[in-house]
C-alpha cells in the first residue's frame, strides 16, 4: 500500500471531517481530500473520486454501483460509515477487487429525531415558531401525544428505541416487522400486529423499516389507504417504502389529518414540489442520522478501518472480505 495513499471524503455535506480530531491521524499517512459541497450528476463524483485511493462514504450519499465503480481505477477501498445500502453494489465493488468496509452505528439521533417530528407535527411548533417571528400572536389546538396508539413499522433497533420513549410518555404501542416474534415486541414495550391492522387502528405511523427488495414499496397506495383521516404518518427510514404520489394526494384531499417526513423519493426536494406548500406536513431534509455523537461514532470507525488496511491488518469491519482474493486474482 502506498504510504501516502490518496483519501477522499466526497460528501462531507456538513463539514465535520476538518476538524475531527480522528482526521488528523490520516493527515499523517496519507494525502487527505475533503468535498463539502453536493454533486449532482455521476461525473461529478468521478471528477471528485478520480484519483482516489480510498473513498469516504457517508451513509447513502455516493452511487457507489458499476457505473461510478468502473470510472475509478485507483479505487482500492470504500470506507463506509454504517453498513451497506440500497446506494452499495457490493457485488460489483468484489469483482474490481475493491474492500469495503462498515462501522457501528448511533441509532438514538434517528429515535430522537422521530420523536421531535411527531412533538412538532402534533403540536405545530413549526407553524407557531413561523407565526412569532412573522409578529403574530396566534392561537392555535394542537394534539396529544398521550393516550394516543402509535404503530411501529420496523420494530428494530431504531423502532424499538421509539417504542420504549412512546410508552413513557403514555402512548399504546403497536409493532410490525416481517419477522417480529411477540417476545421481541414485548422487549421494546410494544405489541405484535399484522400490517393492515396496525395501520387501520394506528393514531400516528411511524416508520423505521430497513429498504430491501422485498419492503421497497411495501407501503402502497393501498395500505397507505387503509389509516384513518385522523392519523398522522411519519417515516424517518426510506422514501422508497412508500408511494410518495399516493401519500401526497391524501394529504392534499384531507384525507390524511398530516405527514412529518425526514426522506423523500428525490433529494434535495426541488423547488416547487408538492410537499413544500403542503401546511399539514412537517418536513426536515435526510437529518435523521445527523448528530454530533453519531458523526463521532462513524468517523472514528473509519479512521480505524482505513489505518488498519493502510497497515496490513484486517479491517476491523469488513463488508466484503473476498474483494482482495479478487484483487489477488487480477479480477
Excluded at 493502510?310 to 484483487?327: I, K, M, Q, Y
Amino acid at each position: 500500500m502506498d504510504e501516502r495513499a490518496h483519501i477522499v471524503v466526497a460528501d462531507d455535506y456538513n463539514d465535520v471531517y476538518a476538524t475531527a480530531p480522528a482526521v488528523d491521524r490520516l493527515r499523517e499517512r496519507a494525502t487527505v481530500t475533503i468535498h463539502t459541497t453536493m454533486a449532482t450528476s455521476l461525473d461529478a463524483w468521478v471528477e471528485r473520486l478520480k484519483d482516489a485511493t480510498i473513498a469516504v462514504a457517508n451513509r447513502e450519499r455516493i452511487p457507489l454501483k458499476a457505473p461510478l465503480l468502473d470510472r475509478l481505477p485507483h479505487l482500492e477501498m470504500i470506507a463506509q460509515t454504517a453498513g451497506g445500502g440500497s446506494h452499495l453494489d457490493l457485488a460489483a465493488a468484489t469483482e474490481r477487487g475493491i474492500l469495503v468496509s462498515g462501522t457501528g452505528g448511533a441509532s438514538a439521533s434517528t429515535a430522537e429525531l422521530t420523536i421531535g417530528l411527531m412533538l412538532a407535527a402534533m403540536r405545530r411548533i413549526p407553524y407557531g415558531d413561523a407565526e412569532l417571528r412573522a409578529g403574530r400572536w396566534s392561537q392555535f389546538v394542537g394534539r396529544e401525544l398521550a393516550g394516543k396508539r402509535l404503530g411501529i413499522i420496523g420494530l428494530g433497533r431504531i423502532g424499538s428505541q421509539v417504542a420504549r420513549v412512546c410508552v413513557a410518555m403514555g402512548m399504546d404501542v403497536r409493532g410490525w416487522s416481517p419477522s417480529l416474534t411477540d417476545e421481541r415486541a414485548a422487549a421494546a414495550g410494544a405489541v405484535k400486529q399484522d400490517l393492515d391492522t396496525l395501520l387501520a387502528e394506528s393514531d400516528v405511523i411511524a416508520v423505521h423499516l430497513r429498504l430491501t427488495p422485498a419492503s421497497r414499496g411495501i407501503l402502497s397506495r393501498e395500505k397507505l389507504a387503509l389509516m384513518k383521516p385522523s392519523a398522522l404518518f411519519v417515516n424517518t427510514a426510506r422514501a422508497a417504502l412508500m408511494d410518495e404520489g399516493a401519500l401526497i394526494a391524501m394529504l392534499q384531499a384531507g384525507r390524511l389529518w398530516g405527514a412529518a417526513l425526514d426522506v423523500y423519493a428525490e433529494e434535495p426536494l426541488p423547488p416547487g414540489h408538492p410537499l413544500l406548500s403542503l401546511p399539514n406536513v412537517v418536513l426536515t431534509p435526510h437529518v435523521g442520522w445527523i448528530a454530533e455523537d453519531s458523526y463521532r461514532v462513524f468517523i472514528e470507525g473509519v479512521v480505524e478501518n482505513i489505518l488498519a488496511y493502510l497497515d496490513g491488518r484486517p479491517v476491523p469491519f469488513p463488508l466484503n472480505s473476498d474483494a482482495l482474493e479478487h484483487r489477488a486474482a487480477g479480477r
